[in-house]
């Protein structure tokens, strides 16, 4: 272990290293004034990507502003307009001349416009993560100096932390990102259907093919809420998505990763029963041990199978005790390094670090959190909430959770009734209810059979 005196001198050394300049690309910046002056639909591109803030000197920053002007009035951007326009508002020599002659008067090569673009995108971006990490640290130092520090408002502060530093990373993205007028709407709409054609558009098949047949599975950009009573399978649902899809990205990165939140179980559990899904073992195991040899081979053949399929493509977080902003800052990140699948287990288990007057408004906003993240602009993602369903079938934790929601799956148990006697309820029978669906007619009914043993939910009948 570490002395705990040599922290403070890490510290300072960390504070000495930080004094530093800040992440540019100054040729970058440079080189894309040059292009988007020259060729104004690429001004068109930049601008959905960036705004002024993302050139970090002034002066190409009011260029870039003033490039953004002449094309919303229509006006064509020459050498002679631009000194014009720069010298009537008193700012020709805040920019210089040179710069000017710089940008307006070169001949650059157009087809590095995506490359000074994503440069000048990923230092500013970095600028934003270290301002909000700073903005993060000075939060966390007022909040030791003021209150003293219970555990509570040391969570509370370190969510604050949290959702500072990616307000700061995500805060001043261009209007137009969000804007699109309705020829654009459509052209967008015929780039994703080609997107399909190519099979460059992810989904995630649920593994029910009847269900995957009609609607092809859960897309990448949409709100899934899987409900169903207690001990009634959504749990496994979830997991059998989480993965097919992990083992997917083991064949194709590009699919994307898959990260499981788990508030109810721990990762040793997630395991176990992605081990006796495989079939060759029995959850039986967890009250015996390995005590036979055929248990050991079996045993041992079912770890080896789930670690070559998705070892190190399936993200689990025990995220027991988490505020929805840390899941949040989480998914965030964890978008960034390839995954696109998260799942939520199961939302009445997570609580917010704001204050709410009651239960109800606290899950309806966490669900809206939720929502949001999924039709993030530029970065889509499949997001699948959990969540319990009362005797009565009504949504336990919030009725606000099946409007957020995209696609509403249902798992209702199923009853034997015969005439003159109580119902009796089939234990390995379920029924797969689609109560809402965009790619998928509304109350679309399919049977289920439920292992509990193996954790498997397949369809009872094919199609």
Known sequence: ????????????????SLNQSLPTAEDAEVGLLEIVALHPQRLQQARSRITPEAFYHHPRRMM????????????????????????????????????????????????????????????????????????????????????????????????????????????NQATDDRTRSMDDCVLEHLDYMESLGNGSMILFPIGIPSFDKRARGVACDEYCLITGPTKSGKTTLAQKIFKLASIAAKENPNLGKGAYYSGEVSPRTIGGRAIFNTGYVSAAIERTGLALREDQEQYLHATARVQREMGDTATVINACGMAIEEVLADMRQKWETGHRLFVIDYIGKFYSSRTFN???????????????????????????CLAQLNDDGQVRDCRGLEHDCDMHLKIARVFKQEKG???????????????????????????????????????????
């Open 358 to 384: 009651n239960r109800e408004r606290e899950i309806a906003y966490m669900s809206g959190r939720l929502f949001d993240f999924s039709k993030r602009p530029g970065k889509p993602a499949a997001v699948i």
């Open 64 to 171: 870039y502003e003033l490039l953004l002007e002449m094309a919303d009035a229509e006006e064509t951007a020459d050498t002679v307009t631009v000194f014009a326009k720069l010298r009537s508002r008193g700012t020709l020599e805040k920019v210089s001349q040179s710069l000017v002659v710089d940008i307006m008067t070169s001949y650059p090569i157009e087809k590095q416009f995506p490359v000074y673009l994503e440069m000048v995108t990923t230092a500013w971006t970095l600028r934003k993560a270290v301002t909000g990490h700073a903005r993060a640290m000075l939060a966390i130092f007022r909040h030791g100096m003021i209150g003293g520090g219970k555990q509570s408002d040391a969570r509370a502060v370190l969510a604050q932390a949290q959702e500072i530093v990616t307000s700061s990373i995500e805060g």
């Open 1 to 16: 272990m570490s002395d705990p005196d040599d922290i403070p001198n890490e510290f300072e050394a960390i504070a000495t």
């Open 421 to 463: 006697k109580e119902p009796v309820e089939m234990p390995s029978q379920r029924s797969l209810i689609v109560e809402r669906g965009r790619s998928i007619e509304a109350g679309y009914v399919i049977p289920i059979y439920f292992e509990g043993c193996h954790y498997k939910f397949e369809e009872a009948t094919p199609q």
